[in-house]
């Protein structure tokens, strides 16, 4: 039996650390992260309703948040400039300005730019994404993501696609993996993401694994 089990999770304290930091009593930890995942999902919100047409998606590769009594942070790490950073410090004052509506403590929100984005799982599962809503092949989208990655400097990729695709009745699942992604070395840094994406004929499952380097 294939015993499965999320590799970011498989390498916190060694290669990965917490995207979330703070403290919190047992009974009050469950609020603690409807609070982080209602801050996340308020700040893609706000990037798709106000991002530009022509921009695609939005890029966000991840957030860090740390929570202090009466401060809440985030940083934004972004892999394209679009509605809010373009020169302009108006996107992300804007963005504060409504975020802050929905919570009770101060905010305070930082942009962080990533020089290599295709490096990124969340971005290339975005890239995926679309080239399948836009009727692209899902193997040309899945291929063409890899020869992205590998200009971004990386040592191995593997892409997964599973549910009804390109409309047939059958689900499946595909996948195309390219250099190497050792899963079971602790030591090697791997990125991972899981995306959804709604089409025309159900819903599609999209996995990444990128191999960054190993320590």
Known sequence: MGQKINPLGFRLGTTQSHHSFWFAKPKDFSMGLQEDEKLRSCIKNYVKKKKRISSGFEG???????????????????GFPNI???????????LQMNVQKEFHRRLNIAITRIEKPYGQPNILAEYIALQ????????????????????????????????????????????????????????????????????IYGVLGIKIWIFVNQE
């Open 60 to 78: 966000i590769a991840y957030m860090r948040i740390q929570k202090r009594i009466d401060l809440l942070q985030v940083i934004i790490y972004i």
């Open 84 to 94: 809010l950073i373009e020169g302009r410090t108006w996107g992300v004052e804007e």
């Open 132 to 199: 399948l809503k836009n009727r692209v092949s899902f193997r040309k989208a899945m291929k063409k993501a890899i020869e992205l990655t590998e200009q971004a400097g990386t040592k191995g990729i593997q892409v997964q696609i599973a549910g009804r695709i390109d409309g047939k009745e059958i689900a499946r699942v595909e996948w195309i993996r390219e250099g190497r992604v050792p899963l079971q070395t602790i030591r090697a840094k791997i990125d991972h993401c899981s995306h959804t994406i709604r089409t």
